[in-house]
T-cell receptor
Framework: SQQGEEDPQALSIQEGENATMNCSYK?????LQWYRQNSGRGLVHLIL?????REKHSGRLRVTLDTSKKSSSLLITASRAADTASYFC?????????????FGQGTTLQVKP | GAVVSQHPSWVICKSGTSVKIECRSL??????MFWYRQFPKQSLMLMAT?????????EQGVEKDKFLINHASLTLSTLTVTSAHPEDSSFYIC??????????FGPGTRLLVL
């Protein structure tokens, strides 16, 4: 079953603009991760945020986590055409530390040059 | 990051045949590997958790007799789609767990059943 809902489902922006994607989940978590998937390819890990953290940065990426609202956001600043991809959040969904991940529906981002 | 490979990268087969997909962690040992399926324009759905030396744990709704998983060593897990049918056509992705927080994903295998 799917844990997360993401919005928007699709996002189209111009190069240089910021892109914000949101993810909501249903059950308690230990951590939440964001992944990128280029068309027809495997997943690339972007960032992990733990349940006791509220914000995390990595380069042009900024992730927030609000456990009271069971939601997270991914902000990509100064977007580039190469950022065009699908972005997924994934939670461990209270898996009892099995490492099992439950993915959200994903946001397809298109960055126009 | 660590490297996980999948073989083959794509396969076309006739309905009724079986297809084996290999997932290898190339530079670390993974006691746990995961198999996902992804239909076009959809998200990844976890199919099963593969543990080295023990039986795989399947998610609800996944037929264990149809999707055979073997985790024979700490660097290799195989998924066999038995008696494949057109509805099994999908993108199959594996991941290898370095620890409970870290998984490295393979590049995926595209299966087309005619």
């Amino acid at each position: 079953s799917q844990q997360g809902e993401e919005d928007p489902q699709a996002l189209s922006i111009q190069e240089g603009e910021n892109a914000t994607m949101n993810c909501s989940y249903k059950t308690s978590i230990n951590n939440l991760q964001w992944y990128r998937q280029n068309s027809g390819r495997g997943l690339v890990h972007l960032i992990l945020i733990r349940s006791n953290e509220r914000e995390k940065h990595s380069g042009r990426l900024r992730v927030t986590l609000d456990t009271s609202k069971k939601s997270s956001s991914l902000l990509i600043t100064a977007s580039r055409a190469a950022d065009t991809a699908s972005y997924f959040c994934a939670t461990d969904a209270g898996s009892g530390n099995t490492g099992k991940l439950i993915f959200g529906q994903g946001t397809t981002l298109q960055v126009k040059p | 990051g660590a490297v996980v490979s999948q073989h083959p990268s794509w396969v076309i087969c006739k309905s009724g045949t079986s297809v084996k997909i290999e997932c290898r962690s190339l530079d670390f040992q993974a006691t746990t590997m995961f198999w996902y399926r992804q239909f076009p324009k959809q998200s990844l759905m976890l199919m099963a958790t593969s543990n080295e030396g023990s039986k795989a744990t399947y998610e609800q709704g996944v037929e264990k007799d149809k999707f055979l998983i073997n985790h024979a060593s700490l660097t290799l897990s195989t998924l066999t789609v038995t008696s494949a049918h057109p509805e099994d056509s999908s993108f199959y992705i594996c991941s290898a767990g370095l620890d409970v927080e870290t998984q490295y994903f393979g590049p995926g295998t595209r299966l087309l059943v005619l």
